[in-house]
């Protein structure tokens, strides 16, 4: 019997020999997984600088056009006429209807945008019809004035002018048309 407690004893003795490794745990990513993380440090120093920057704020479309600012339109303006454009200029009084008949360039009123070289051409070419024209009444009614056909055309014209355009009255005041 003592040989068997011997035995016990030995028994009990070795599972108190026999451990497990220690296992440390290191809160470090992999090489793979910092490439994988990437680096965010230069997205946030520019980040931090742009707030610290002031920089204009941008304005609404709304905010624009109460300054008085055209938005630039989504498509092309292709289906415009030169009437179309005529009207345009009126009503941005970059162009007046003068009391002589003839388109006057006014850009000093001009409101929202400026004339390109394309709007000044087509103020001169509808000035040169509508010489025209006159000319024309003048040789279908030779005994009438021309200073007076002139002003019975203007006359008529005047009431189709757009609404809001830059008319110059008799007193040579510039107005917007009422109506």
Same mark, same amino acid.
């Given at each position: 019997m003592k040989h068997r407690g011997l035995l016990l004893l030995a028994a009990l003795a070795a599972p108190g020999c026999i451990r497990a490794p220690e296992i440390v745990l290191v809160d470090r990513a992999t090489a793979l997984e910092e490439q994988a993380a990437g680096s965010f440090k230069d997205v946030e120093q520019r980040l931090a600088r742009a707030g610290m920057n002031p920089t204009p704020v941008p304005l609404t479309p709304n905010q624009l056009e109460d300054l008085g600012v055209q938005p630039t339109p989504l498509i092309e303006n292709i289906? +415009?006429? /030169?009437?179309?454009?005529?009207?345009? =200029? %009126? +009503? +941005?009084? $970059? #162009?007046?209807?003068?009391?002589?008949? %003839? %388109?006057? @360039?006014? &850009? +000093? /009123? $001009? /409101?929202?945008? &400026?004339?390109?070289?394309?709007?000044?051409? =087509?103020?001169? !070419? @509808?000035? !040169?019809? &509508?010489? /025209?024209?006159?000319?024309?009444?003048?040789? #279908? &009614?030779?005994? @009438?004035?021309?200073?007076?056909? !002139?002003?019975?055309?203007?006359?008529?014209h005047a009431e189709g002018v757009v609404c809001g355009g830059w008319v110059e009255a008799g007193d040579g005041t510039w107005g917007e048309k009422k109506c």
């Open positions: 289906g +415009r006429t /030169q009437a179309d454009r005529v009207d345009d =200029l %009126l +009503r +941005r009084h $970059c #162009v007046g209807e003068g009391r002589e008949g %003839l %388109l006057v @360039v006014t &850009r +000093r /009123q $001009c /409101q929202a945008g &400026r004339m390109s070289s394309d709007d000044v051409a =087509l103020v001169e !070419r @509808v000035n !040169r019809g &509508r010489m /025209q024209v006159w000319q024309w009444m003048h040789s #279908v &009614r030779p005994g @009438v004035p021309e200073a007076t056909l !002139r002003k019975t055309w203007q006359q008529a």
